[in-house]
Each structure stands twice: as structure tokens, then as C-alpha cells.
């Protein structure tokens, strides 16, 4: 039987809701470089692997209860809301990855390899988005952890309601998801308990 192992660092790991695992989520996936870099239909900032920003945290992993990649890679994407091609995955025996997840963070990517045929895994997938902050509607403005806070007060100052959606995507991240910026935030609204 093959086994894929599904990847997580975000929402994922609190909220599955239709994304089908064997087990529950366990912080136990490969170190990699995350960051709150990516800005949310909703005006969240969420997080994304970014191998330019991103701390190294440890991912959290779960095995699909799918045996074929297609069908777990499926099951991702529709509670991911996204694309197929924006689900990253790799096939340690096979050599296969995706193109998208090498093009976006190739280190990221060879350490997934790495750790999923360490740890008994014939693929892993993951949401392999990239960060958005500097488009127009977004961020605006190159990614960092000083822009990311200009951003979400504006964000408090214009629509409160998503200023609160925002930060507690940020409080309800998994412990081992510490950032630069949850660092910030956690410094800036102490208050916002």
C-alpha cells in the first residue's frame, strides 16, 4: 500500500474540515523555512513556505488515508480552495516532484524528499503557495516583518472585523510556527488576547 504523507503548518493542522487523514496531525514533519507572508482572500496574513523570510519551524504531518497520490492531492486542493497545481508533492523513489513547489522553494523541496523517505513515505504533499505581500491589493509593498505589521494596522484601522480574523489565524498557529512576524505581533497587540 502506498503511503503519502500530508503536510501542514497553518489551518490545516486546527481546522481539516474535509481533508481526509488516517491520523491526526502531529508536529513531527521536516524543519522548514515558513513565514505569515501570504495575504488571504479575506485579508489574513497566512503562512507559506519561503525559503527568503521564513524561519525554519517544524511541520506538522499526517498520513492521508488516500493510497494514490491523485486522489490525496484532490482531497487537499479542495479543502485548500485552490488550484491542483499550486499542491506540491514529491515521489522520493520515483525522483517525481512538483514543478510549481521546485520553482517556488526547491531547498524546501529536497528536504520534504528527504524527510519522507526517512520516514517510511512513497510521496508527501503540501499547499505550495507562494507569498503574495507585494502585489496591489495585498500587501502592496515588498515583503517584511515591518511591512507585514504597516499592513495589518492598516487592516485594524479600515475593517476591524478582518484585523480580528487576522490575528487569530496568527494566535491559533501551531507552537513550533514561531515567526519573526507572530514575534511582532505578539509585541505589538499584547492586548489583542
Same mark, same amino acid.
Given at each position: ?8 503548518w497553518g489551518s490545516l493542522v486546527w481546522d481539516p474540515r474535509e481533508l481526509k487523514t488516517a491520523a491526526k496531525f502531529a508536529p513531527n514533519g521536516p524543519l522548514l523555512p515558513i513565514e ?22 517544524? +511541520?506538522?504531518?499526517?498520513? $492521508? ?18 488550484? +491542483? ?12 516532484? $512538483?514543478? /510549481? ?17 526517512? $520516514? ?40 476591524p472585523a478582518a484585523f480580528r480574523r487576522a490575528w487569530d489565524y496568527i494566535k491559533k498557529a501551531p507552537a513550533e510556527?514561531?515567526?519573526? /512576524? ?12
Amino acid at each position: 500500500m502506498v503511503k503519502i504523507a500530508v503536510l501542514a503548518w497553518g489551518s490545516l493542522v486546527w481546522d481539516p474540515r474535509e481533508l481526509k487523514t488516517a491520523a491526526k496531525f502531529a508536529p513531527n514533519g521536516p524543519l522548514l523555512p515558513i513565514e505569515f507572508c501570504r495575504v488571504s482572500k479575506d485579508g489574513r496574513l497566512t503562512l507559506a513556505i519561503d525559503e527568503t523570510f521564513g524561519d525554519v519551524c517544524t +511541520a506538522y504531518s499526517a498520513p $492521508s488515508a488516500f493510497a494514490d497520490r491523485d486522489a490525496a492531492i484532490e482531497n487537499l486542493r479542495q479543502r485548500e480552495g485552490t488550484i +491542483a497545481s499550486e499542491i506540491g508533492f514529491v515521489e522520493p523513489a520515483s525522483g517525481r516532484q $512538483s514543478d /510549481v513547489a521546485m520553482e517556488r522553494h526547491p531547498q524546501a523541496v529536497a528536504t520534504i524528499a528527504a524527510w519522507a523517505e526517512a $520516514s517510511g513515505y512513497d510521496a508527501a504533499i503540501w499547499t505550495a503557495l507562494a507569498s503574495n505581500f507585494s502585489e496591489h491589493g495585498k500587501g502592496g509593498e515588498p515583503f517584511s516583518v515591518t511591512a507585514a505589521i504597516r499592513y495589518l494596522e492598516g487592516l485594524n484601522a479600515k475593517d476591524p472585523a478582518a484585523f480580528r480574523r487576522a490575528w487569530d489565524y496568527i494566535k491559533k498557529a501551531p507552537a513550533e510556527v514561531e515567526t519573526p /512576524v507572530r514575534d511582532a505581533v505578539a509585541k505589538h497587540w499584547p492586548q489583542a488576547t
